[in-house]
């Protein structure tokens, strides 16, 4: 069936460091992104999003990027604080419908 | 804060008990939704409201019964559970379907 995964499930960086992660998905009728970041004993927090007429879009210390030729999502962090451990889900959707499919998460580990 | 809060935060329990899981949002937002995260699984979209009326219902056991009074509350009403309920149960809401939702802190649901 039609899922949203990501390329790996822990991630250590050095602080200071760029951090990516990756996420690939399967299903070509989604046309909007996200990603959230989930800290410990907290409900997920939305970090950023991309509709499918964009292949990249800046925020605050992040960037996501999409490459709809070979279905990939990337989330990138600028200079990892301690702050950016926690698990981050990307997440897709059709514009038509209400469903948003969560992928299985990356768990981001700050090395001090 | 958060703008969605959920109560409460724990519970325990036992398979005959009824209980209620309750969600507030402040945000104005139009659409609600109950999502059940467990432990290495994605998140599983349970419930949507968008307007006060439900427009997903994602193949969630009858054990489990929504209900969305006004556009600022969703209540979980459980009886009968299993054992595999057990789980965190997030509630999220958004503007109207398919922006950026914002999620509670979530209920510690454990079924003894």
């Known amino acids: 069936g039609e899922s949203v995964g990501l390329h790996l499930p822990t991630l250590s960086v050095q602080e200071g460091d760029n951090s990516i992660i990756n996420c690939a998905y399967s299903n070509s009728a989604s046309d909007y992104f996200i990603w959230y970041k989930q800290e410990s004993g907290k409900g997920p927090q939305f970090i950023i999003d991309i509709r499918s007429n964009m292949d990249k879009r800046q925020g605050q210390r992040v960037t996501v990027l999409l490459n709809k030729t070979v279905k990939h999502l990337s989330l990138q962090i600028a200079a990892t604080q301690p702050g950016d451990s926690a698990v981050y889900f990307c997440?897709?959707?059709?514009?038509?419908?209400?469903?948003?499919?969560f992928g299985p998460g990356t768990s981001l580990s700050v090395i001090p | 804060e958060t703008g969605v809060t959920q109560t409460p935060r724990h519970l325990v329990m036992g398979m005959t008990n009824k209980k209620s899981l309750k969600c507030e949002q402040h945000?104005?937002?139009?659409?609600m939704y109950w999502y059940k995260q467990s432990a290495k699984k994605p998140l599983e979209l349970m419930f949507v409201?968008?307007?006060?009326?439900?427009?997903e219902n994602n193949s969630v056991p009858s054990r489990f019964s929504p209900e969305c009074p006004n556009s600022s509350h969703l209540f979980l009403h459980l009886h009968t559970l299993q054992p595999e309920d057990s789980a965190l149960y997030l509630c999220?809401?958004?503007?109207?379907?398919?922006?950026?939702?914002?999620f509670g802190d979530g209920t510690r649901l454990s079924i003894l």
């Open positions: 409201y968008n307007f006060k009326e439900q427009t």
């Open positions: 997440a897709e959707a059709q514009s038509s419908y209400d469903k948003v499919i």
């Open positions: 999220a809401s958004s503007q109207v379907r398919n922006q950026p939702q914002h």
């Open positions: 945000l104005g937002h139009n659409a």
